[in-house]
């Protein structure tokens, strides 16, 4: 029986400043193993559809037939929002689907067409930081000084509802301080200098309009500083929150926001990464000893 496992990582987008370009990947996995079967299967214990209308699935069959496969789904990554979901299991099925077929696909536009953006799907793909403009990516390894806690809330936002939110325009003035702040943060990331990504996480372009749509979340971003944080973001359309902390003040920030949040929301602490999605390749087998 022939197996594939692919694993991707979770990712936060946006950033703070950079709406719809800029993103990040968690170390935080979706695992995939499809293998032959005398039929059609999806098992998980996530609350997913077993049946072919599952994204994964979808993305699979945009590359390779799913009859007669098997397809056994875990995932770290919480799907109540914000943290690039729907994007890893959009990349987990389209690797999958390569491998198996053996085929060369791009597999960013792919995945851009089903999900429709590339930030999260270029973040799971390549891992580390990156910068998504008109289909190129520009992608470097996340400093290693630097941690996230996430606050994830029970209750999701629908991604429509967040868009919705959002003004056709933005003042000039707040269109040119978010310039200034994405590069102010891409700078601190490739230096590892926390000074200037705590200065570069400022945004007017889209927290501030989707604040009304979970305002204990907003609260808490509005307050990072005073929990020890860098700062903090919305991550991706939310509701999850991304506080940006050094490594040594990483216990101290989520042990305070498990406090603030119990009973509406999960407090998870873990790192950037700078691996992308990769198909695991099964152990050589050990010639026998002698």
């Given at each position: 029986?022939?197996t594939t ?8 987008a946006n ?118 403009s008109h ?156």
């Amino acid at each position: 029986m022939t197996t594939t496992t692919v694993r991707v990582p979770a990712s936060s987008a946006n950033l703070g400043p950079g709406f719809d370009c800029f993103a990040a990947a968690l170390d935080l996995w979706l695992e995939l193993r499809v293998s032959d079967s005398d039929r059609f299967a999806v098992t998980t214990d996530l609350p997913l559809p077993l049946d072919r209308t599952n994204l994964i699935v979808r993305a699979f069959e945009q590359i390779h037939p799913s009859e007669g496969l098997r397809f056994e789904i875990d995932a770290e990554i919480p799907l109540s929002g914000g943290l690039g979901s729907s994007a890893a299991a959009v990349v987990a099925g389209l690797l999958a689907a390569a491998d198996r077929a053996g085929a060369e696909v791009d597999l960013l536009s792919l995945a851009t067409s089903v999900e429709g953006h590339p930030d999260n799907a270029a973040a799971a793909l390549q891992g580390g930081v990156v910068v998504v403009s008109h289909g190129n990516v520009h992608c470097f390894d996340p400093p290693a000084n630097i941690a996230a806690v996430l606050v994830v809330p029970h209750e999701g936002v629908r991604t429509a509802d967040a868009r919705a939110a959002l003004p056709a325009q933005v003042p000039l003035a707040d269109a040119a301080d978010n310039v200034a702040h994405g590069a102010l943060l891409m700078l601190g990331l490739k230096d590892a200098d926390p000074a200037l990504v705590s200065r570069g996480l400022r945004d007017h372009l889209h927290q501030p309009y989707r604040a009304k749509l979970y305002p204990r979340s907003d609260e808490l971003r509005a307050r990072a500083r005073e929990f020890g944080a860098l700062g903090a973001t919305i991550s991706g359309a939310g509701p999850t929150i991304l506080f940006w902390v050094t490594t040594d003040h990483q216990s101290s920030v989520a042990q305070q926001l498990t406090e603030l949040t119990r009973g509406w929301a999960n407090v998870i602490a873990t790192s950037f990464t700078a691996t992308g999605a990769q198909v695991i390749q099964p152990p050589t087998a050990r010639p026998p000893q002698r």
